[in-house]
């Protein structure tokens, strides 16, 4: 068989330059190039192309005419070199080719065990052509090594640049530059970013099925409406929607780790139902299990319930295994939140006793939570603390020295009316490293890059408008926010260990960003321009422990279209039975700013 019929064989059976109803680009070839002379060049020569129109073809025989002469194809031309590298153009005898570019599946030049990238249409998993099901047998799978990208390895003890990373049952066994490839599939990804996957450590996944609907609002009218009232009418089936929903989006966004702070344990069907939806999307993710909204004014603020005690079933039926792509923390309600720093010391030894991580909200309501946790003893490295806008200089000190995290959600906390402004440069400033995450996408995107530049956006703003203790305070830098959204968050998570560095050892959690898009090229720093222009449609590849979720541009979940359409329907039934009527945020009245 001919190029031409290996490369049609080995896509779909349609050839990659097929425009629909039988027709396919043609260019005219002009000269070949001739800057270089080498004998491989000769062989395998540059050319420029021109396009000229379409014509019809049959599947493997394409033919090509000119003025009414039709001429069989010849063998194909690759172009290795050149303005055109990787082009496969078949010339005839009147100077016409049919031309594509070299399928991503498999390069001829090759032989089946190099894969190329390709670009979607706009970057955009949405495309009508993209069908997740027909691309999945096409996905690169087992030993991968990725050649040709700029590391970022977000590791001062790894090298990175223009190096390659091999990956073998799932991990990262080798950085470095000129790699073997004996034993590996190769994965071509020049003109891209390699490093490691965003880490979320904040969100509340099950409120992706509200997108965008608080944007406008403060604290009270997303708690009083979103919470109060829709949550508690969520089903055990509306929740696993909800949480993939959000799950994939993530993972189209580039986030392969992600922190569910999951506060609707309505039942043990609903708490099943989330934990499956983190399993069937394929990212890594912590369950951090929080407690009922039904009655939910029952277990915050005033209350003097103890944390549900199904958290124990969960744990021992659930999510046993802490090695897993899924595990467990608990989210508390902390001092602030619940009945006081008493009723939170208990909680705490709750999940000590279940060999369990917390996370807590904290900073918000003018109150030493931090001071309270530590005049108990309470303090240790097992605790993350959300938020902290009003934590103290003095309680960030507190938490560095018991070995605990912190991070801030900068566009929630910027937007948000009633939530105090970020306090990342605090913490930095403090000595600790902070994560970074979206919280809730009732009012924020669900994508890291958002949330970077926002970070620096408040910051900034925080300085030139001589916000107190701000002036002592060093900026952000590009460099602060991606390592917060890489490696410290995977620090704060408890993944150290697996995630959030190119580091031999640990979890292939990788993704591949596009730096010749057209808003981010030409790059002159790649730190930089993934802070400050990198969007979703710019991420190419995203793999978990070496299995790829997201290949070309494209979201490979086979059901990312069906969640779509679920989530829609519940979302009409929800409003349909509760139209939201938000009251409006007024400074001074929301609940947050008393």
Known sequence: MDHAGRLARAGSGRHPQDLGGGQVRVY??????????????????CF??????????????????????????????????GPNRGAVASRNRDGFAAISQVSPKVDPRCGDRHMRRRKSPAGDP????????AQMS??????????????????????????????????????????????????????????PGFVDTHRHLWSSIFRFMAIDWGYNDYYEIVQIQYSPRLTPSDLYTANLLGALSAIDAGVTTLRDESHVQNSPDHTAELVRALRDSGMRAVFAYGWPSIDLLSWQFESTK??????????????????????????????????????AV??????????????????????????????RGALGPDLLFLHCPATTDHEFELVRDSGGHVQATPWIESVMGGVRPPSTARMLNAGLKPGLGIDTETGAASDMFNVMRAALAADSLMHK???????????????????????????AAGLSDRTGSVTPGKDADLILIRMDDINLFPVTDPTK??????????????????????????????????????????????????????AGYVPGVDKWDQ
């Open 28 to 45: 005219r070839l002009r000269d070949p190039c001739s800057r270089h002379g080498s004998r491989t060049h000769r062989r395998h020569p």
């Open 48 to 81: 420029r192309l021109e396009q000229h129109g379409t014509v019809r073809h049959r599947r493997l025989n394409f033919r090509v005419a000119k003025l009414g002469v039709v001429a069989r194809v010849s063998t194909p031309l690759v172009c290795k070199f």
């Open 126 to 133: 949405t495309c009508d052509d993209a069908d997740p099901g």
């Open 138 to 195: 096409d996905v690169p799978e087992g030993n991968l090594l990725i050649r040709g990208a700029h590391v970022l390895t977000q590791d001062p003890h790894v090298a990175g640049g223009m190096v390659d990373v091999r990956v073998e049952a799932g991990k990262i066994v080798a950085v470095g530059p000129n790699l073997p490839d004996a034993n590996a599939r190769v994965i071509d990804a020049r003109g891209t970013v390699l490093m």
């Open 306 to 343: 103890p944390h549900p005690s199904d958290m124990r079933r969960a744990r021992e039926e659930l999510l046993r295994d802490d090695s897993a792509l899924v595990t467990m923390n608990a989210m508390l309600r902390g001092p602030e939140l619940g009945g006081g720093p008493d009723l």
């Open 346 to 375: 208990r909680d705490i030894e709750f999940a000590r006793e279940l060999n369990i991580r917390s996370s807590m909200h904290v900073g918000h309501l003018k109150e030493p939570g931090i001071e309270w946790l530590d005049d």
């Open 465 to 491: 408008l001589g916000q107190t203790d701000f002036e002592k305070l060093p900026w952000l830098t590009s460099s602060d926010v991606l390592e917060a959204a890489t490696i410290s968050g995977a620090a």
């Open 529 to 582: 321009a993934i802070v400050a222009g990198g969007h979703p449609g710019n991420v190419d590849t995203v793999m978990v422990a070496g299995r790829i979720l997201k290949w070309e541009g494209k979201l490979l979940h086979p059901a990312w279209r069906s969640v779509q359409q679920d989530a829609q329907v519940i979302l009409s039934r929800l409003v349909e039975q509760s139209p939201p009527v938000p």
